[in-house]
């Protein structure tokens, strides 16, 4: 008789609501089996009104972590008992992880951007200047990060003036970038003096796949790092139209993958099989 068995697996998961096509099972499952953890991540719908409840829950459940998606990112803060100091500023949190009976927020989105700048496209943004197209969640988590690595000036370009100035006000008050809004309500051309560009909107994302954002190409230059968040589809418009001008490009799939293997190593302790997940995330999306 066997004596040594357990049947329990570790939970981990996601809170979203809508939730039904978030992808992240998919690279988390690979990475798990890919190194043969009992751990299952489950896609859990979970409304605004249920959030204190489903955190209880995790509690309850000895969730081991927890990522959070549209809506909870910045309502969870007050249900946790630390806030890293980067998602503090951002007021945002994507990854819950365990220290004991603690639950700790992290933000890892912007945490996988630089990840992909350093390792992919070889570039440290210590002095650099930064053009970012946006200012939702995904700009703030992504200009926090670049300021706090030491960008030396950031260029927020975003339609909705309010959200921006709000975005430059805190990068203002907690790093020492130097920050400046332009608003965007024509096509905008790349200053000369710009290193890195971002774009940081939903534009481009499936099934919108023939979506550009309002920019003069030609003022790309060849060697300058241009960024997409969207992940799907991974090489977009814009990626392409920058690759084309000679840019060093980096896509949002990237981005996902290393914001996921972030998390993957809070939960775990272990280096994450990012090529695992990547493929995975790319059998996926091709499918
Ligand atoms: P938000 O809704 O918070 O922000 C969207 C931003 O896009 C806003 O600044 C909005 O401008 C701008 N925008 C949207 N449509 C247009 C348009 N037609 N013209 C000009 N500006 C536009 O979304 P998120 O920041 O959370 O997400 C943005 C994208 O980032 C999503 O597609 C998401 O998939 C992706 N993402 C990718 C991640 C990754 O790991 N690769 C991680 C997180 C997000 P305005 O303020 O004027 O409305």
């Given at each position: ?161 309010t959200r ?35 774009n940081a ?51 949002g799939l ?34």
């Amino acid at each position: 008789m066997k004596t040594t068995t357990s049947y329990r697996e570790e939970l981990v998961g996601v809170f979203g609501f809508p939730v039904d096509e978030n992808p992240t099972v998919v690279m988390m499952d690979a990475a798990f089996q890919s190194l043969g953890l009992p751990w299952r991540y489950l896609t859990l719908k979970v409304s605004p009104a249920d959030l204190a409840v489903g955190i209880q829950g995790i509690r309850a459940m000895g969730f081991r972590g927890l990522n959070l998606t549209i809506p909870h990112k910045v309502e969870v803060l007050q249900y946790l008992d630390e806030v890293n100091a980067d998602a503090r500023i951002m007021g945002a949190v994507n990854t819950i992880y365990r220290d004991g009976e603690r639950l700790i927020g992290a933000n890892t989105d912007g945490k996988g951007f630089l990840k992909a700048l350093r390792d992919d496209a070889h570039m440290d943004p210590a002095g650099r200047k930064f053009m970012i197209l946006g200012a939702g969640g995904a700009a703030r988590s992504i200009s926090v990060e670049l300021a706090l690595a030491g960008a030396a000036e950031i260029e927020i370009v975003n339609r909705n003036e309010t959200r921006a100035r709000e975005l430059v006000d805190l990068l203002r008050r907690n790093t020492k970038a130097q920050v400046t809004f332009r608003e965007w309500n024509s096509e905008v051309s790349v200053p000369e003096n710009v290193d890195g560009l971002v774009n940081a909107t939903s534009i481009g994302l499936y099934p919108n796949i023939e979506e550009l954002p309002s920019l003069n190409f030609e003022t790309i230059r060849s060697g300058m790092v241009v960024c997409d968040v969207i992940p799907n589809p991974p090489r977009t418009r814009f990626v392409k139209e920058a690759e084309a001008r000679g840019a060093i490009t980096l896509d949002g799939l990237g981005m996902l993958v290393y914001q996921g293997a972030i998390a993957f190593k809070l939960w775990t302790g272990a280096d994450a099989p990012v090529d695992v997940m990547k493929q995975a995330l790319l059998a996926e999306f091709s499918g």
